[in-house]
């Protein structure tokens, strides 16, 4: 009967001490935040454009956490929707075309001339890229410009282009060659690594 | 004899050489026109200083050094700046950037220069200052800014000077070496001043018998150059393979030489330094090789910065017609070129003008037999079979892991592959993709902090207003609460204006608005002067229409005849009513006659007293005087303006 009590003594002992061990543990080494959301968001384009319906990529991230569809983003694509798939563990889904298509960069540029600076894409732009004053020309800081097309709607006057991104010889890289195939007759650059 | 290692793999492409080499340095006159663009180093584009029309001396600076990773730009020849414009760039992408295009004018005068006499007396910063200021860029290849390299944060031990020359065909620093030997040495010693004087290696390939002999004999006066033979491989001119021949030291993976105590410099940089410093000319001009089997004159040109493309060919008679490839730099590294309106730049060491089959023309490539050659011949030790998959499947994290960034572009596994894969192709294609995804990424990183900012700002300002608010509206109740602490026996004034309002409805239910009978007399009294003003107006238009005989007359008679009726009847009225008052307009006549005469009687009396010779009686006349004007006074004015008090015991009556 001794070694009974003596028994359950210890176990009792034992939880005690893990217990503690364990509480310690979830104060000390506490996780601030949800990190899958930082996670999605991470992997979100930032273009802070609302076509998933969110106003944003965080509340974005947000409702994907909350088990939302994950091929609403079209600015990032086929390549988001894999990374998301990837992190999530779920089925690679085609994009939805309820919330747009895939389309190249595009960049906002204020016709200067046309602007009459009512500052209504200032405040429509989710990155604070517009500056200007009221009654003073606005222009886009093309560097921090997400392309997102949000300034375009609520200027009066329509003097808002969205232009493709200028490839510049520090942004232009190779295309990858044509495919490898044994049989392949298609013709492609062999660039000039080639026996000399 | 110093000991020389060896680096793995490499490979011995036809060395191609003897075409251009056996000819002097021929200096190409000036071109009519020079195209520079402003961005011939790695790093940040030059901003011109200059405007259209100017005129500019040799050696001018007209484009200005934007921060430390760039470089200046000077005028090659004197002429007049004809342009600020876009031009085709030597670029493997052919895309055209800004250029400063001069039209020269054959003189060719020089800016006033201020060559150093005694180098020696000149400390580190004024070297530095001078190589920076003169424009100087690598000149093997990368166009990296110069003078970078020459200030590290470590101690450097060894000065490595690259003239291995590894590429087939080019012979631009094999022909320097040879004719500038004297110059490359003091060359050699400036930088050795500006780095603490560090041991000088210079690694030059053995298949440049005469270039050796030349430094030789320049550098035997000084212990601390070495002149070290290297075998001919490709590609021992890759800075960390010479480092790694001539030291037995690997630079450490995404370090640079300095990290081991090393700083490498071409041998054409040495010589620009030399110029810069002993002469005072900033970098303006290079030695370009043009070779290839259709090149006639094939050898080494003195070309300025910014000649085209197509002058030099024409003044070496490249036939055109003959050329099935024109390379910019060599075989290996170069790339083709469509344009030759290209400018030439800094680093432009080479034009390969090639026949054709005197290149392995364009062919298909076939599938990778995993014959493994290219691990094998690869100067990096990397694996390019497996950077080629990962490359082609666009798996760059993978390919990052298997150390992509490595890769040095030289080629060496293209040339050895079976299948002729164009595998520097793949990792280029690879190496693009990453940066331009982290560029891609570090955009969207700006961005989240771009709009978190903004929400933060955003919901402040909400939060700044809310507060705002309620510190207003607390404000508020202080205020009041203070008010009625001050004074807390005075009723609450909403609760009183309530009573008000409250009290004065219920009287008007009560008497159900009466009219009043003041209010009656008074509405009366104004129908009566209305209807009298009417017919005093009217009575004098008839007389006017009468004298100008106006037809109107008759209608003013009419008017009036109506007028006079109405006139009476409120007239009749109005006296009607005074009667049922109890006024009589005659009484109040007389009251105001009594009240007038009263008032008279008093001033009189009163003009009187200042004079009077007996004031006493005066003033009991004045007395008395006043007593009858209070009297008329208070009569006049109880039968004036208190009608009310006759009238509603006569309403009540």
């Known amino acids: ?113 046309e602007c009459i600076g009512c500052t209504k894409c200032i405040q429509a732009c989710p990155v604070d890229a517009i500056l200007g004053a009221a009654k003073q020309m606005h222009t886009v800081i093309v560097d921090e410009c997400t392309g997102c097309d949000l300034c375009v709607e609520p200027c009066p006057v329509d003097c808002i282009d969205m232009l493709p991104v200028q490839v510049t010889p520090s942004s232009w890289h190779w295309q990858q060659p044509g495919h490898v195939i044994a049989t392949s007759s298609l013709p492609h650059s062999h660039g000039t690594n080639d026996n000399a | 004899m110093r000991k020389i290692w060896d680096f793995h793999g490499g490979v011995h492409p036809d060395e191609n050489k003897t075409q251009s080499n056996g000819l002097a340095i021929n200096v190409m006159p000036t071109p009519k026109q020079l195209a520079l663009p402003l961005n011939q180093h790695i790093g940040k584009a030059a901003k011109a200083i200059v405007d259209i029309g100017d005129y500019v001396f040799k050696g001018q600076l007209i484009a200005s050094a934007q921060g430390v990773l760039s470089a200046n730009i000077h005028a090659p020849s004197s002429g007049y700046i004809k342009a600020l414009a876009e031009r085709i760039l030597p670029h493997q992408s052919a895309l055209s950037g800004p250029c400063i295009i001069i039209d020269t004018d054959g003189k060719d005068e020089w800016i006033e220069l201020s060559p150093v006499a005694n180098p020696d007396s000149l400390t580190k910063s004024d070297l530095l200052n001078i190589i920076q200021a003169a424009g100087i860029v690598g000149l093997g290849g990368a166009g990296f800014p110069g003078s970078i390299k020459l200030q590290p944060k470590h101690a450097i031990n060894t000065l490595v000077i690259n003239a291995a020359e590894c590429e087939p065909y080019i012979t631009a620093d094999d022909r320097l070496m040879r004719e500038y030997a004297d110059e490359i040495i003091v060359g050699i010693q400036l930088v050795q001043q500006l780095l603490d004087q560090p041991k000088c290696l210079i690694g030059i390939e053995e298949n440049k018998p005469e270039a050796i002999a030349a430094l030789a004999t320049a550098a035997r006066q000084n212990s601390n150059i070495e002149v070290c033979v290297i075998p001919t ?106 344009d030759t309106n290209t400018p030439l730049v800094k680093s432009s060491n080479c034009i390969l003008a090639a026949a054709d089959l005197e290149l392995a023309p364009v062919a298909d490539h076939h599938a990778c037999i995993r014959c493994g050659q290219c691990e094998v011949a690869c100067p990096a030790e990397l694996l390019p079979q497996q950077l080629f998959w990962f490359a082609k499947s666009e798996e760059f994290e993978k390919a990052q892991d298997h150390n992509l960034s490595d890769c040095i572009e030289c080629g060496a596994c293209a040339w050895v592959c079976p299948s002729q894969i164009p595998l520097v192709q793949y990792y ?182 200042a004079t009077a010779a007996d004031p006493e009686q005066v003033k009991e006349d004045i007395i008395a005087a006043k007593s009858i004007q209070e009297t008329a006074t208070h009569t006049l004015a109880q039968h004036q303006n208190n009608p009310r008090a006759k009238a509603i015991p006569a309403e009540e009556s």
């Not at chain 2, 909400?462 to 602490?485: C, F, G, N, V």
């Open chain 1, 1 to 113: 009967m001794e070694i009974l009590y003596v028994a359950v003594l210890i176990l009792a002992l034992l939880a005690l001490v893990f217990g503690a061990v364990l509480g310690f543990a979830a104060i000390r080494f506490k996780v601030d935040g949800d990190p899958i959301v930082d996670q999605i968001d991470n992997l979100l384009p930032q273009t802070q454009c609302g076509q998933c319906g969110h106003p944003g990529c965080k509340p974005y991230a947000e409702a994907i956490a909350n088990g939302e569809a994950i091929n609403r983003c079209p600015p990032g694509g086929e390549a988001t929707i894999k990374a998301l798939a990837d992190l999530l563990d779920l089925e690679v889904i085609p994009l939805d075309a309820e919330h747009g298509s895939e389309a190249i960069r595009t960049i906002a540029y204020i016709r200067e001339d």
């Open chain 2, 428 to 609: 280029r294609f690879a190496k693009g993709r990453i940066k331009a995804l982290n560029t891609e990424a570090q955009q969207a990183e700006v961005a989240r902090e771009r709009f978190e900012t903004r929400e933060q700002r955003l919901s402040d300002e909400k939060s700044a207003k809310e507060e705002k608010r309620k510190t207003r509206a607390l404000a508020a109740a202080a205020a009041q609460e203070a008010k009625r602490a001050a004074n807390p026996n005075a009723e609450d004034p909403i609760a009183a204006a309530l009573a008000r309002v409250n009290k004065l409805k219920q009287a008007q239910h009560t008497t159900n608005s009466p009219i009043l009978p003041e209010d009656e007399y008074k509405a009366l009294k104004t129908a009566a002067a209305i209807s009298r003003t009417q017919l005093k107006k009217t009575s004098k238009a008839l007389a006017d229409a009468l004298a100008k005989n106006h037809e109107q007359a008759s209608d003013l008679q009419q008017t009036l005849t109506a007028l006079t009726a109405k006139a009476a009847a409120a007239e009749a009225q109005l006296s009607a009513y005074e009667t049922k008052l109890g006024l009589d307009p005659e009484q109040e006549k007389t009251l105001q006659a009594a009240l007038a005469k009263a008032n008279g009687v008093l001033r009189k009396l009163e003009q009187r007293l």
């Open chain 2, 233 to 338: 491989k490709y590609p021992s001119g890759g800075e960390k393979q010479l480092i790694e021949i001539l030291t037995g030291n690997q630079v450490p993976q995404g370090g640079i030489p300095a990290n081991i105590g090393i700083v490498c410099q071409n041998v054409g940089t040495i010589k620009a330094i030399f110029d810069a410093v002993m002469l005072g000319q900033p970098l303006i001009k290079r030695i370009t090789t043009v070779t290839g089997k259709a090149a006639a004159n094939a050898g080494n040109y003195e070309v300025l910065i910014g000649t085209e493309v197509a002058d030099l060919l024409a003044f070496a008679k490249v036939d055109l017609s003959q050329t099935s490839r024109l390379v910019l730099g060599g075989p290996m590294m170069g790339f083709t070129i469509q």
